[in-house]
């Protein structure tokens, strides 16, 4: 079982950035991959980042460009710094572990992008 913190959201103005931080249990983290997903209010989950364990990425069309993945295998923890918001990132975002057999999604954190 893998069990996943999310922390940094908050309110931002429109333009503006965050980091995401996801601290992570679990022996072998360095080989899970590793991601992003979000849930805006009336819509379904969706994954906007994925970083595989050699660190390949992947993002959604939506955020290219303007989101990055990060991983530090020693400390465990997975980032997601965001910027350039815009009012329809406005989201849940949770952290993600795919360990092959099963995915693993946190409680996760509400990101606010208002004026």
């Known amino acids: 079982q893998v069990q996943l913190v999310e922390s940094g959201g908050g309110l931002v103005q429109p333009g503006g950035s965050l980091r995401l931080s996801c601290a992570a249990s679990?022996?072998?983290?360095?080989?899970?991959?590793m991601g992003w997903g979000r849930q805006a209010p009336g819509k379904q989950r969706e994954v906007v980042a994925q970083?595989?364990?050699?660190?390949?990425?992947n993002y959604a069309d939506s955020v290219k460009g303007r989101f990055t993945i990060s991983r530090d295998n020693a400390q465990k923890t997975v980032y997601l710094q965001m910027s350039s918001l815009k009012p329809e990132d406005t989201a849940v975002y949770f952290c993600?572990?795919?360990?092959?057999?099963?995915?693993?999604w946190g409680q996760g954190t509400q990101v606010t992008v208002s004026s």
């Open positions: 679990g022996t072998f983290f360095s080989i899970y991959t």
């Open positions: 993600t572990a795919d360990v092959g057999s099963a995915v693993y």
């Open positions: 970083i595989t364990r050699g660190n390949n990425t």
